[in-house]
């Protein structure tokens, strides 16, 4: 290196941003993704014995896909190559694998070729990796935010190990930006700079698990904020809430205003108001409350409030959350808002909470009889000659396709557990009972 690339290494070095400058340099500093590079876990096995072979790193944006990258980097005794997906093209790649090639023949030296952003690759740049890390040329370290059994070919995926990184806790995040604050050689340590605690909390939750957006947002606080008469930059709620761009709203996931939203959320569903519950709605996506715990709020209510008095709500919502969590924020918003308008207008039962409560506490609290024979399996061997089935009635082969055969145990008999209200469908659903329970002749509902 010439004295002039070492200058300009430097210099980029210390104009960095601060998540940058932050990058941990070896696996004991970062932080986060126990689940995978844990002391005991194959992957921290791997990087220390520098034995690693082709993996994918897939996960959300600031959880660490690069760093680990850059780690391997810093730990492996072979050549380490990088390139964008979004920049690389194929040219790229051969010159990559021709100097691959050379080291291994003439150095004996291995290339970890790193791509990151893997996914932008189409199918034929992706299918022109598979043999070179199938012989081992070169070790491939790909990194992705989209879901790589979706973007990624299977030939490459089978040659490859997955690990996907979660999105940093609150506490980790915390602990970063005390890092950055208190760090003097790469962190904001020289501008005798404080944080509150309100703003420093703030700016954990509102990076949901993204290290990277909380540094950017630190760092800019500290440099555009000016000292107060003391000489120390302080970093308030509200210079907090200007350097991530968003307003702070009474909303601890951990605390009373998480249950308080949640359950006004719920109540507004059952009470069948969709602006209240899309407006409660609204305020947990932009505390920044998971997708998943709202959806499985939604499906409970579909279930518990709805049930069969609009049986599609419970399709509606369940559709509704699996389409959330494969999508993401912010388009979320709005599949979340169209099942919780839909739970909130629909017709309202409770009858299928009874009727499992019912049926629950029957089961508790008395003697469990029984099964009658001729419902009792009569597969298995034996079965036939302990009498088991014997004396069942096909219901398809009578009028109406039901039978009068009774089926709760002798001692339940005449035992009512489900009582369909009169809303909706379960109006049409309470007839057919009321005519199969014996309480019409003919068949005409």
């Known amino acids: 290196m010439d004295l002039f690339s070492y200058m300009h290494?430097?210099?980029?070095?210390?104009?960095?941003p601060l998540?940058?400058?932050?990058?941990?340099?070896?696996?004991d500093e970062v932080v986060g993704q126990s689940h995978i590079i844990g002391r005991d876990k194959l992957l921290y096995r791997a990087i220390t014995a520098d034995q690693l072979r082709s993996v994918i790193f897939y996960g959300p944006p600031g959880t660490g896909k690069t760093t680990l990258a850059r780690v391997i980097a810093g730990t492996t005794k072979g050549e380490f190559r990088q390139i964008n997906a979004t920049s690389a093209g194929k040219k790229d790649m051969e010159e990559v694998?021709?100097?691959a090639k050379k080291l291994l023949g003439m150095e004996g030296r291995k290339t970890v070729l790193f791509i990151d952003e893997i996914h932008r690759f189409n199918k034929s740049q992706q299918d022109y990796l598979l043999p070179f890390v199938e012989d081992g040329t070169v070790i491939l370290v790909g990194a992705t935010t989209e879901n790589p059994y979706f973007e990624v070919n299977g030939a490459l995926l089978s040659r490859s190990i997955i690990f996907e990184l979660k999105p940093l806790t609150k506490e980790e995040i915390t602990g970063l930006l005390k890092t950055a604050m208190?760090?003097?050689?790469?962190g904001m340590g020289l501008y005798n700079a404080e944080i509150e605690d309100k703003a420093l909390d703030f700016i954990a939750d509102v990076a949901n698990g993204d290290a990277r957006k909380a540094l950017n947002a630190l760092e800019l606080g500290v440099l555009t904020t000016s000292p107060d008469a003391d000489g120390v930059t302080r970093i308030t709620l509200s210079v907090a809430e200007e350097c991530i761009q968003k307003?702070?709203?009474?909303?601890?996931?951990?605390?009373?205003n998480h249950y308080d939203t949640i359950s006004a959320f719920i109540k507004s569903m059952r009470g069948s108001d969709p602006d209240a519950a899309v407006y409660y709605l609204a305020r947990m996506l932009y505390a920044g409350?998971?997708?998943?715990?709202?959806?499985?709020?939604?499906?409970?209510?579909?279930?518990?409030?709805?049930?069969?008095?609009?049986?599609?709500?419970?399709?509606?919502?369940?559709?509704?959350a699996l389409a959330a969590e494969r999508i993401g924020m912010p388009e979320s918003g709005i599949i979340l808002s169209q099942a919780a308008a839909y739970v909130a207008c629909a017709p309202k039962s409770n009858s299928a909470v009874n009727a499992i409560e019912s049926a629950m506490e029957a089961v508790r609290n008395e003697k469990t009889p029984a099964i009658p024979p001729?419902?009792?399996?009569?597969h298995y061997k034996g079965a036939a000659e302990l009498g088991r089935g014997r004396?069942?009635?096909?219901?398809?082969?009578?009028?109406?396709?039901?039978?009068?055969?009774?089926?709760?145990?002798?001692?339940?008999?005449?035992?009512?557990?489900?009582?369909?209200?009169?809303?909706?469908?379960?109006?049409?659903?309470?007839?057919?009972?009321?005519f199969i329970r014996g309480g019409k002749k003919d068949a005409d509902v």
């Open 9 to 16: 290494e430097n210099a980029v070095k210390k104009q960095a």
């Open 19 to 27: 998540a940058s400058r932050m990058r941990p340099r070896t696996l």
């Open 97 to 99: 694998v021709e100097e």
């Open 182 to 186: 208190t760090d003097n050689e790469r």
């Open 247 to 256: 307003r702070a709203v009474r909303y601890d996931k951990d605390g009373d």
């Open 289 to 320: 409350e998971s997708v998943t715990f709202v959806a499985r709020r939604i499906m409970i209510c579909a279930a518990e409030d709805v049930g069969n008095a609009d049986p599609q709500a419970l399709q509606v919502a369940v559709s509704a």
């Open 374 to 378: 001729y419902l009792q399996d009569a």
């Open 391 to 434: 004396g069942y009635e096909y219901a398809h082969l009578f009028p109406n396709h039901f039978s009068t055969q009774q089926y709760l145990p002798d001692e339940y008999k005449g035992r009512t557990f489900y009582e369909p209200g009169d809303l909706g469908y379960e109006k049409h659903i309470k007839e057919w009972l009321a």
